[in-house]
Every structure is written in structure tokens, then in C-alpha cells.
């Protein structure tokens, strides 16, 4: 039992550039979000989804793209990096009506 | 307008000493509670919750909260602190009326326990 696994743990991007963060969990949960972590802001909600093929924003969802194919898979997807998006990358998961389980995080620096 | 407050940046406290974080949240209703500890370089790991039931919850590490629903805070507290529990801690709250699957964060405080 993996928990919830994120990948890459460390990105550099170039402005203009896009990528996907990859976040997967094992623990069969409905309930999946992404939070960008910066520095006094606490964590911030980006997307989140309440099952496969549900998704809703978040409190900064500008910028970025989810999907939900799977019940395991839910990956963030920058369109065009900025700057603005540096910050560290967590990828939640739970039950409806429970707490999350957080991954160990992405460190992402947009240049 | 911010649904949880944690309006101390950084808290200190000597080692044996008892600790208190504080929280405050501003959602109306019965809110779910919640208290995560991250250590540097880490995720957040759950360490109590308060869903419904007695207003004293106990969860990891010896922590435990108190709700107080007249106040609107839910104060993490440990009767002896640890150096070892020095570490950023978040208060969150889930919104039972107004979107139930959105999690709201304080913006952190940093504990720091001396020897």
C-alpha cells in the first residue's frame, strides 16, 4: 500500500513550457484534490474531484487543467508555465466525509 | 473571506512545557475540523480531527483539541511539548453548508520547542 505517490518530486520549467504533475493513490478514495503550497499563504486549492469523471475548481484554478479517467489517477496539468506557479505541488486524497492523505509533494520552479 | 484564521506565525515553547496552537474559523454551522503537522520537506500528515460528539478530541502524538462552537476555535494543545514536535502546523475546515468537498487551510504556524 503505497499511500498517495506524486511525481516528479523536483521540476525546472522555462516560461511558455507545459507539463503534467502526476499524482496516483491506492487507497481506492473518491475524493482527490491538488493545493500549491507558498511561503505565509498556507495551502491553496487548485482542483479537486469527487470521482472519476467529476471535477470542480478550486480556489486558484487559472492556469492549470485536471481530468479524472480513473479512480487512482488524477494529474495537474500546466498549459503555460509563469513564474507566478513556482511553489511546492500537493496531491491529497480521502473519503467523502473523512480527512486526506497527502503525497510527499512536487517542487516546482518555473524560470 | 478566509474561512480559518491561525493568528500566530510562530509559536515558542520549552521543552515539558504545555503548547497551544491556536485556530478560529469563520463557516457557519457544524464545520468539520481538522489539524495536520508537516515537517520540513514532507506532506502534511493528519493528526486530529473534530466531526461531531465530545468538544475535547485527542489524536496523534499526544495532541489533542478542543472545539468551542460560542469562540469558533478549535486550539491544538499538548500537555508536555517535545523538541521533536517542532514542525509547521495547519488547521482546516471543511464547510458542511456552503461546499462540503472544498478543504480550507490556515496559512500555518511554525512551532518551535526548545531543549
Known amino acids: 500500500n503505497a499511500g498517495v505517490t506524486q511525481t516528479p518530486k523536483f521540476q525546472v520549467l522555462k516560461t511558455g513550457q507545459s507539463m503534467t504533475l502526476q499524482c496516483a493513490q491506492d487507497m481506492n478514495h473518491e475524493y482527490m484534490s491538488w493545493y500549491r503550497q507558498d511561503p505565509g499563504m498556507g495551502l491553496r486549492l487548485i482542483h479537486y474531484?469527487?470521482?472519476?469523471?467529476?471535477?470542480d475548481q478550486g480556489e486558484v484554478p487559472n492556469g492549470y487543467n485536471v481530468s479524472r479517467s480513473t479512480t487512482e489517477d488524477f494529474p495537474l496539468r500546466l498549459l503555460s508555465a509563469a513564474p507566478s506557479q513556482t511553489s511546492v505541488y500537493f496531491c491529497?486524497?480521502?473519503?467523502?466525509?473523512?480527512?486526506?492523505?497527502f503525497g510527499p509533494g512536487t517542487r516546482l520552479t518555473v524560470l | 473571506a478566509q474561512s480559518v484564521a491561525q493568528p500566530e506565525d510562530q509559536v515558542n515553547v520549552a521543552e515539558g512545557n504545555p503548547l497551544t496552537v491556536k485556530c478560529t474559523y469563520s463557516?457557519?454551522?457544524?464545520?468539520?475540523l481538522f489539524w495536520y503537522v508537516q515537517y520540513p520537506n514532507r506532506g502534511l500528515q493528519f493528526l486530529l480531527k473534530?466531526?461531531?460528539?465530545?468538544?475535547l478530541v485527542k489524536g496523534s502524538y499526544g495532541f489533542e483539541a478542543e472545539f468551542n462552537k460560542s469562540q469558533t476555535s478549535f486550539h491544538l494543545k499538548k500537555p508536555s511539548a517535545l523538541v521533536s514536535d517542532s514542525a509547521l502546523y495547519f488547521c482546516a475546515v471543511r464547510d458542511r453548508r456552503r461546499n462540503f468537498n472544498k478543504f480550507y487551510f490556515g496559512s500555518g504556524t511554525k512551532l518551535n520547542v526548545k531543549p
Open positions: 463557516v457557519s454551522g457544524n464545520p468539520y
Open positions: 474531484s469527487v470521482g472519476a469523471g467529476i471535477t
Open positions: 491529497a486524497s480521502g473519503r467523502a466525509t473523512d480527512t486526506q492523505y
Open positions: 473534530y466531526i461531531t460528539g465530545d468538544n
